[in-house]
């Protein structure tokens, strides 16, 4: 299982950026996806969760400006993050917790991290 994030970049503040992350592989059924970003010197944080069924949740810096949503049929996640900041300045890279078909051994539950994209706000 792969999961590679794109839409990174540099963009002034007030701007705005769509992040996708794809899920590729054996993937038998996606439980949820997440959205986690680290700036330079700070530890990770989360920024936006979403289950398959659609439900999410945000960090509170982000709530009102971003928005995460996913497509099933294409096991894709996207973040579209609007009136962007300085402080928004990061590593944004996504989780996916899913199930895959391991061979050897049939349905696996497992956790998976794409390796990021870098996302600069500034002018």
């Known amino acids: 299982v792969q999961l590679v994030e794109s839409g990174g970049g540099l963009v002034q503040p007030g701007g705005s950026l769509r992040l996708s992350c794809a899920a590729s592989g054996n993937i038998v059924k996606i439980n949820g996806m997440g959205w986690f970003r680290q700036a330079p010197g700070k530890q990770r944080e989360m920024v936006a969760t979403?289950?398959?069924?659609?439900?999410?949740d945000y960090a509170d810096s982000v709530k009102g400006r971003f928005t995460v949503s996913i497509n099933n049929a294409e096991n894709t996640m996207y973040l579209q993050m609007n009136s962007l900041t300085p402080e928004d300045t990061a590593v944004y890279s996504c989780?996916?917790?899913?199930?895959?078909?391991?061979?050897?051994?049939?349905?696996?539950?497992?956790?998976?991290w794409g390796k990021g994209t870098l996302v600069i706000v500034s002018t």
């Open positions: 989780n996916a917790d899913l199930i895959f078909l391991r061979v050897p051994g049939g349905p696996t539950l497992d956790d998976f």
């Open positions: 979403i289950t398959s069924g659609g439900e999410a």
